[in-house]
């Protein structure tokens, strides 16, 4: 630490402060052993810190635990206490948090106790759930330095605004009105506009199954945190792949819905105001149906009324029913679901684990009867450079100007350049070739209703979300596999699959010889890495694309258990 | 015409081959008498020229039309001709025509009714109808100018390009699915940015109900051909007030949706992908329930499957049975309807007739029991340089670009400036500041709910759409009525309430002491001119909007017959 770098103080500063805000109680005495030694942290070696009520708690779903809690049979403060502990040695393990705020926690907890209490019932569907935040989301008497050391006592890096710690993001409102309790923010990568997550001030956070990896960015934190089950879910926010990575990363689920559904209104963001991709907010969490309850829950509050990027368009239904009648007429055989399998994208070739993903998945869908049908869109190159393009439209400014505010380093695996801004003229054809490039992929997979027998196109698409399970770190170096959705602007869900195992993921012959591009495999490295794939629907179909997964989902571990 | 001007002579040629096209029986053998000695050429003047029966069938609502060419009772044949004929006649009177197909609409027709004849039943809902088109829609076989002179004989100003004459928008491809005839394109001025409509092709279009007027713009041709019953109904589109200014200026209903419900793919326009605001397509009637029809019929086509920006929205029967249920009430002498009344915007006064308009509302809405609730919003001087800022975001480099094509002039009535390009920063400080004046009128118009009674915020909001009824050529000074609705993207829709008359629309004494903006009123020549008012909505609520319309439309009619 020198006096020219007076941010490496202020990173530390705040690092510490973090690890201050844990009680002496829940404080590990000793550190874990090197990730050389150890890999895995999750499972039995957090439980040893945990009595058994607390493990019992907090590797409960979240709809198990909110049927606890809202119906009064667990306390919110007990949950919200085990699920403080836990999150405690999470941070400790991985280095996943950028707020502490156990105290306010548990005095809410208190205060929805108080409630069911006096009227016999819950304040909302998610009374007394703890629920975590992406380092996005502004609450009351928290700061939010969005991993920016020039952040740390300003609101969004402006000093002396009135804002400081008073305001709340919609969604925080809305989790508050529906009862859960707010109680850590996760870490992210400055900018986050990284699959990995590093910033000066926590460092690096690192993969709770696998510590020699990435837990995955840009909502990091959150990705550990829940593979650890110091939380039972929460929220990131997804621009290129930013939900579905760390989920991917952490054998968790993660939903990136459509723009226009979840309330990012008040939240802060890097590059606000480019609107050719807009960042969405989406669920990470164990289960699919935890996803439901979360996206259902804040659909309930009507954030159409209060956010005005937000659709008028509550939790359907009608979709969900005629999903599930068609997944009930599969049960008995005579399936009328029909998925595009997409094995790699013709640029980046996947590494053995993710291939044999994806093997296992179009195992699980012919097992039931589902037709399978190949994917061969327009080029994903496409989708790739406009991504490239919308995201460095401004060269890189935006967040030149956020590292500029303590004069900071820029970590290397940040995906924008710096580079010159684009003209307005250039924006517009941007804009252009991204909405045509749209409805040619539209057009294909309206082409699949021919070869699906089914009347309709695939009802979704099952693909890699990355060409690696997590990743070593600096080695990210192709987020197209999760970016082209966001060009797209479909749903899109991470669903767990598997864990890389050196021995069965050898590389094969024919991947050698690829000419395509193709990062280091390292078997052994990659070991024990969760692999998760992406399960693709089409724009705004997010209760049709929630409701096959919780199937799905279920299916694909089922066949996974019996091999 | 000089040799430095060939595109004096290009208009012209454009200008001639479109009266080439009527047919010779259709021409006038004398013009009509100057606009100074007969203004108004609608009802008996233009009905002169057409038969009994052709008047029958032109001056039936499309609703009606429907009613009787999907039966089979009448013929698309013999209703196209009637259309085409009082088209024909229409585009003498006030130049409202850019291109003229009726042979191909004949064809077309027949083949309808030779469907009707083998399926004993209509192809779609609107079967046999006849649909007027903004020259935006690219119709096989027929150009698209866009009134640029630079575009004649190109796809969009581009020469030799495959798709001239080949391509249909997605709008026009619905239309023929559901069995709409097309047989016309209408005027617009150059560049679409304008609220008169003026090119150097068909020159300008006059106001049929008094012809000393403009007809509005940008989708005027649709305003002064529906305004002669040269078609039941049409489409144009509305970036700033194209679809409404028309619709009002003519004694109209015109919807302007919230974007993302009508689909534009395919269509030809101005700054193509300025997404800040984006131009969305309306349609215009002479009756609401017109309106209703053709936006019910284009939705059953399920257009976000063909066009990426569509939202899956379907048409929402609930939302109309909900609305109705609140309207009987009312007419059961319970209320329980709110609506705001803002009678100017505190930056521009309005012409008398534009103020009595608004209190012939105030009157209807209070006799009918429903709760009026004053107006006083963020300030829409914001909104206006918002939508000034956006729609100026290139420095006119699109508009410079295609009028340079020809060399030809530009009209004064263009709003867009000469001027610099903004820079990347400063659009996304556009986009968020737009985002936040949005936020806080939708924050203002929840705190409406304390105010009705009704435990709702306003139902809608009654405003002028201009200062003035219809315009005198080249005083259109101020858009800021229509334009803030395109900055906040709501659902709005022009509403006919009654004409000028210099007997009853004086300038009032508070009028004339008033510091504000106010523009030129010549009780006189404003005399007769349509005077249309403005019903907002909240953002994507067609379908509440469509129904209040169609209600709140008759009983305004009624309480102007009662006085």
């Known amino acids: ?119 016999k019932g819950p304040i909302g569907p998610l009374h007394g759930l703890p629920v975590s935040l992406k380092d996005q989301f502004h609450v009351k008497g928290v700061e939010t330095t969005m991993g920016y050391v020039g952040w740390i006592g300003t609101f969004q890096g402006k000093k002396n605004d009135h804002r400081f710690r008073t305001e709340e993001s919609e969604l925080v409102r809305e989790l508050r009105n529906l009862g859960a309790v707010l109680y850590c923010k996760t870490s992210v990568p400055a900018t986050l506009m990284a699959g990995e997550t590093v910033n000066n001030i926590i460092g690096y956070t690192w993969n709770p199954k696998n510590r020699l990896l990435s837990c995955g960015g840009s909502s990091g934190g959150e990705g550990a945190l829940i593979a650890l089950r110091g939380s039972p879910a929460g929220f990131g926010t997804d621009i290129g792949g930013s939900v579905r990575i760390p989920a991917g990363f952490n054998y968790l689920y993660g939903l990136r819905p459509s723009s226009g559904r979840m309330p990012y209104q008040g939240a802060a963001n890097s590059m606000d105001g480019q609107s050719t991709i807009l960042s969405v907010i989406g669920p990470l969490a164990p289960t699919a149906r935890s996803l439901t309850l979360l996206f259902k829950a804040v659909l309930s509050q009507q954030p159409w009324y209060h956010d005005p990027l937000v659709l008028e368009l509550p939790w359907r239904d009608t979709v969900v029913e005629e999903t599930r009648s068609w997944i009930e007429q599969a049960k008995a055989g005579k399936s009328t679901l029909a998925f595009g399998i997409m094995h790699w994208d013709g640029i980046a070739r996947v590494h053995p684990p993710i291939a044999r993903g994806l093997r296992i998945v179009e195992q699980t869908l012919k097992r039931l009867g589902h037709k399978v049908v190949p994917w061969s869109p327009p080029s994903h190159a496409i989708a790739g450079t406009l991504g490239h393009q919308a995201f460095n439209m401004d060269g890189g400014a935006d967040l030149k100007h956020h590292f ?160």
């Open 1 to 119: 630490m020198t006096t020219d770098s007076p941010w490496l103080a202020q990173g530390e500063a705040k690092r510490q402060s973090i690890l201050d805000a844990i009680p002496a109680k829940w404080r590990l005495a000793d550190p874990a052993p090197p990730a050389t030694e150890l890999r895995d942290v999750t499972g039995s070696y957090i439980q040893q810190y945990l009595s058994e009520r607390e493990i019992e708690i907090t590797e409960s779903d979240a709809v198990d635990i909110a049927a606890q809690t809202t119906t009064g049979r667990w306390s919110a403060v007990e949950v919200t206490e085990a699920f403080c502990h836990r999150a405690a040695l999470a941070h400790q393990l991985v280095s996943c948090l950028h707020e502490i705020f156990f105290d306010a926690a548990i005095e809410d907890a208190k205060k929805l106790d108080a409630y069911f209490a006096e009227h």
């Open 404 to 563: 500029s505010l303590s004069g900071e380093s820029k970590a290397a695996q940040i995906i924008i350049n710096d580079g010159e801004s684009i003209s307005m003229t250039e924006l517009a054809a941007l804009n252009v070739a991204k909405r045509e490039y749209q409805k040619q992929y539209m057009d294909y997979w309206n082409s699949t209703a021919e070869l699906t027998g089914t009347g309709r196109p695939v009802d979704g698409l099952f693909c890699p979300l990355a060409p690696h399970a997590a990743v070593i770190p600096n080695e990210y170096h192709y987020v197209g596999y999760t970016s082209f959705v966001n060009v797209l602007d479909y749903t899109s869900v991470a669903v767990p699959v598997t864990f890389a195992d050196k021995n069965v993921d050898v590389r094969s012959a024919d991947a050698e010889s690829a000419e395509h591009v193709e990062w280091k495999y390292h078997a052994d490295t990659y070991h024990g890495a969760p692999v998760g794939v992406q399960f693709v629907g089409r724009r705004l179909q997010e209760e049709k694309m929630l409701t096959l997964t919780e199937y799905l989902g279920d299916e694909i571990t089922k066949t996974v258990g019996a091999q």
